[in-house]
């Protein structure tokens, strides 16, 4: 049974000749631009086509970035830049709404 098991697990840590070392640690991958980027292009989409679904894609890949990012003063006008696009794309989309529930109302 021992030796089972010693075949299952090569390295023994309490022997430092039988240990296997790592070439090196892999690096998890920079999603931050990719969400940044993705958000940008849905808010520019969404000024054009007014899809609401879009705008609410654009807003959620927009929170992701911002709440994933290491940022440095420099970038933080970045950041600022694709909040103020996902709010103004899903402001574009519900104008329209807005506007015409106030004529229903308001209007003659």
Known sequence: M????????PGDPKDHLKTTQLDSIPEPENTDVIFSTFSMV???????????YVAWAS???AMVAISTERYTAADKASIYTLFAFSIMSLVSTYTIEVMYVA?????K
């Not at 849905?42 to 609401?52: D, E």
């Not at 004529?103 to 209007?107: A, E, P, S």
Request: with cysteine.
């Open 59 to 61: 807003m959620y890949c």
């Open 42 to 52: 849905l808010s520019l989409i969404t000024m054009v086509i007014r899809n609401k």
């Open 103 to 107: 004529g229903v109302l308001f209007g």
């Open 2 to 9: 021992i030796s089972r098991l010693a075949k299952m697990f």
